[in-house]
């Protein structure tokens, strides 16, 4: 609680929220002052990283300032020694107005309930009454709100405005009129957020709708975002609708890892199936946004070719083994090459402690080469990276002299062509989508390969390691930004497919004899004592935001253009 006779700061006001006095920051919206104190006002329009419309008018609440003294009088003061509050005998929406010195928020009371109950039930006139068949039922604004803030009945007598339902507005999301309430937040994000001005309203009062512009599609890379903010079952996407029920599953924070974004996201899976990936915010890395096709490129952990079994192959192909055969054989065939004839390719998808192994084992090799395949894509103005690898800033940080991935992998290939090398290991990648032929991969004696999916690099090793993905395992990486973030598992890999860093211990135990570490903690741990850069960190200091870890020089533009829109009091941010 405030008191009158505390400085108060100069970048602050006293307001007060529901009969308490307390500091906020100047030029803070109400709807934003009221969640600091801990007060939730409904609202459907506003969203803290778009522009506040005013239109829903579901945040109204009561306002009230100090009367103004005549002169020579001083101000009537409270048992709190504050001024007395006059309260206006109408509402105001929260979202739109900012706060004054000495203002006072009701954000219950008569009034405010009388005006919310009216709210809810012009939105429900025409809305279609069928939550237990709506695709978006257990996180709808709408269905919460009616039951807090609604009359209970409807006094509407007439028939229901019809309107589109089921109309395909892009090739991954579907379009429910009849459940728009008219927020705009889709508007909004399209106009304000991705310059792709796409969508709009048309027709008046009951029958306006949401539609897209002749000619247009929402098709941008970020269209999903819209149905993340859609705070009803308007929009909704093709991948998850009707899919799940919302209350199944199981939500684990973690990150995207199909860019050097690493942009933060909820992993929703049930019964160890990933079903969706939405975005978690982190306004350090990707606001509370993400792109289409990061959210989206998680199917291929469930794909036909999924490799789900150690594999050996002998005079008639491929046959499936035990992991002690396997990780014997990998070790038997990588020990009889000679020192200095054994490469080692990584991927920058690999996590932190994994490259840490990799890197143990080049060393117990001898091996004259280690690089890891380069992923260079273009990058775009919001979320999407130049570096298709999660983790390149890791890897260059972890692998001895890598400062240029994929510098090594020319004269990688020119010792297979000279017959030069008698062993290769190959982790996470297929070598023929990097360049190398099937021919040159013919040339060596002894190929162990790991990976999630059959590939001609499988298809040509002695040794095939089924390997886990992003979801299905822990573990640290650094984006471009030089961030250290956290990997969570939320399903388990299927069939004897392993956690790479499991493989990697068993295959280092096995060609050094000594024991394993127990558990990813301790390889962490191991990797700090060795790399200056983590010294000092583990695991679960990590959290779930991150750390800062290694300057880069990186820009994200999404975040720049953020903060640029509110220095300009554009947004709350």
């Known amino acids: 609680m405030s008191s009158p006779d505390i400085a108060q700061p100069a970048d602050t006001v006293r307001v007060q929220i529901d009969g308490v006095w307390m500091q906020v920051p100047r030029g803070v919206r109400m709807i934003e002052a009221c969640r600091l104190a801990g007060k939730e006002v409904p609202h459907y329009c506003y969203h803290p990283k778009l522009s506040s419309p005013g239109n829903c008018r579901m945040c109204l609440v009561e306002t009230g300032l100090p009367p103004r003294p005549a002169p020579g009088q001083d101000p009537p003061l409270d048992e709190q020694g504050h001024p007395q509050i006059q309260w206006i005998p109408r509402p105001a929406i929260a979202c739109a107005n900012t706060v004054a010195d000495g203002m006072g928020i009701r954000t ?16 429900l006139l025409n809305h279609p009454l069928d939550c237990p068949i709506c695709d978006q039922a257990g996180e709808c604004l709408l269905q919460e709100y009616s039951v807090e803030h609604g009359r209970g009945a409807s006094r509407f007598l007439d028939q ?5 339902k089921n109309v395909s507005i892009g090739p991954r999301i579907r379009l429910d009129d009849e459940r728009c309430i008219l927020c705009s937040r889709c508007i909004r994000f399209c106009q304000e957020i991705v310059d792709d001005d796409v969508l709009g309203f048309t027709g ?20 999903l975002n819209t149905v993340d903010i859609c705070p009803v079952g308007a929009l909704t996407s093709n991948d998850f609708r009707f899919q799940m029920r919302v209350w199944f599953l199981k939500e684990t924070p973690s990150i995207c890892a199909s860019c050097g974004r690493g942009c933060n996201a909820l992993l929703a899976s049930r019964e160890d199936q990933l079903l969706r990936l939405t975005p978690r915010e982190n306004n350090e890395v990707n606001s509370t946004w993400m792109c289409d096709y990061g959210r989206l490129h998680f199917h291929y952990l469930r794909s036909p070719a999924r490799l789900l079994e150690p594999l050996l192959r002998g005079g008639h192909g491929h046959a499936a083994a035990s992991w002690a055969e396997a990780i014997a054989a990998a070790a038997d065939g990588l020990r009889r090459a000679a020192p200095g004839r054994v490469a080692v390719i990584g991927s920058g998808r690999m996590t932190n402690e994994e490259l840490f192994l990799l890197r143990g084992v080049a060393e117990q090799l001898g091996a004259a080469y280690l690089d890891i395949v380069p992923r260079p894509q273009e990058g775009d103005a919001w979320l999407v990276a130049p570096d298709g690898n999660p983790n390149t800033t890791g890897a260059r940080q972890i692998l001895p002299g890598l400062d240029d991935p994929g510098s090594r992998l020319f004269a990688i290939r020119e010792a297979l062509r000279a017959g030069s090398l008698e062993a290769l290991l190959v982790w996470g990648e297929d070598l023929c989508e990097a360049g190398f032929t099937s021919e040159e991969l013919a040339s060596v004696r002894c190929i162990v390969s790991s990976h999630l999916l059959a590939n001609p690099t499988a298809e040509a090793s002695h040794v095939v390691l089924p390997g886990s993905g992003f979801a299905e395992k822990r573990g640290s990486m650094i984006n471009l930004t030089g961030r250290l973030q956290r990997l969570n598992q939320a399903v388990a890999a299927p069939g004897q497919a392993r956690d790479d860093w499991e493989i990697l211990r068993d295959l280092s135990a096995a060609l050094s004899g000594n024991e394993p570490a127990l558990f990813i903690e301790d390889v962490f741990r191991a990797m700090a004592a060795r790399v200056p850069l983590f010294a000092g960190l583990s695991l679960s200091r990590i959290g779930d935001a991150g750390l800062p870890l290694v300057e880069t020089g990186a820009a994200i533009p999404l975040l720049d253009r953020e903060r640029e829109r509110i220095a300009r009091g554009e947004i709350s941010g």
């Open 108 to 123: 219950q009371g008569p009034l405010v309930e009388e005006c919310r109950n009216g709210v809810m039930e012009f939105l």
């Open 160 to 164: 229901k405005v019809k309107k589109p």
């Open 204 to 223: 008046r009062g009951s029958h306006t709708v949401l539609t897209v512009w002749p000619g247009k599609k929402l098709e941008n890379n970020y269209s």
